[in-house]
């Protein structure tokens, strides 16, 4: 029997640093790759340290550069055509602090390229999309995402900006339908969504004509992923939290479960992983921690505290 080796697929990386030098490339990939020049809009770069020994010796330099969004700056540099093999040396090379993701070059054409690994570290304008979670419901001071918009502009008043576009009731269906229309205005380069957990809800009353909102997650999640790049704009999922089922009661008909709760998180961060999408998971800071719930499902004012500490930690 003869077994039939798949093709290597082509893609394209845009580089605006080591990757472009020929030297490099022989080292990585064995040759020097075909490659174009390009400009991503939207981007500016900043120095990055480098200490792992084997890429200072790839590149003969301790310090590369990243990308960082500016509103209105570009950077020049090149497309690489590489082959499923070069690319994963690409992505063996490049460090921990990179992260490979889906940009939209100035030419309308999209490409990879590696961004800063903390998501919202390098961000400028930032939309939130979700629920009552994200709207800050239970909490009189807006809840995590206010936290989160405070420290942001903070940092940068005069260019900064965040976005709380958060509808309390809202399903990832919904949110993947009315995020398109919600964010040329807004000129974001980042796509928070955080919503889903009222997906992963049952009726109590289940009506032979419902869909079950889990079946439809990475649907949502592939429609706002095109959203999101049409703009330029990083998506970054936010996972659900903890839901301490024993104290929910009926909301409008509908019940929520530590089990679909689960089931939602690990639909999310397999289609994450999968598409190279950064997911922030929030589950762990309530987890367990009845007292930060005002109602089983809704943090209370400090459990939005927990949550603001914990997505700091891992998007900073």
């Not at 939207?42 to 590149?59: E, F, H, K, Q, W």
């Not at 070069?86 to 460090?95: F, H, K, Q, R, T």
Request: glycine content about 6%; overall charge negative.
């Amino acid at each position: 029997m003869q077994l039939t080796v798949p093709e290597s697929r082509s893609h394209t990386l845009f580089s605006f640093g080591t990757l472009m030098d020929e030297r490099v490339q022989t080292a990585l990939f064995g040759h020097a790759v075909p490659s174009f020049p390009a400009s991503l809009a939207g981007y500016t770069t900043r120095p990055l340290p480098i200490t792992d020994a084997s890429v200072i010796a790839a590149s003969g330099l301790d310090v590369h550069l990243t990308l960082e969004r500016k509103l209105g700056a570009v950077v020049e540099g090149a497309v690489l055509h590489l082959t499923d093999q070069d690319l994963a040396a690409a992505d063996a090379y490049e460090v921990d602090d990179y992260a490979r993701r889906r940009v939209l070059l100035s030419s309308g054409e999209s490409a990879w390229a590696y961004l800063d690994a903390k998501p919202l570290r390098s961000a400028e304008r930032i939309v939130i999309v979700g629920d009552s979670i994200a709207y800050g419901r239970c909490d009189p001071q807006g809840g995590w995402a206010a936290h989160l918009a405070a420290a942001h502009i903070a940092g940068n008043e005069a260019e900064h900006r965040v976005f709380n576009l958060a509808i309390p009731g809202i399903t990832l269906t919904d949110v993947s339908e009315q995020t398109p229309a919600l964010l040329a205005p807004r000129r974001p380069d980042t796509l928070l969504v955080a919503a889903g957990i009222n997906d992963s809800a049952l009726p109590l009353a289940i009506p032979q004509t419902r869909c079950d909102g889990l079946a439809q997650i990475t649907d949502s999640l592939g429609s706002l992923a095109a959203t999101a790049l049409s703009h330029n704009a990083r998506l970054v999922v936010a996972g659900p939290t903890w839901v301490d089922e024993e104290r929910t009661r009926d909301y409008g008909g509908l019940q929520f479960t530590q089990a679909r709760a689960l089931a939602l998180r690990e639909s999310l961060q397999t289609w994450c992983d999968e598409n190279h999408v950064d997911y922030l998971d929030m589950w762990e800071p309530l987890r367990g921690n009845t007292e930060l719930l005002a109602d089983g499902v809704h943090p209370t004012p400090e459990g939005h505290q927990s949550l603001y500490r914990h997505l700091e930690a891992l998007s900073r």
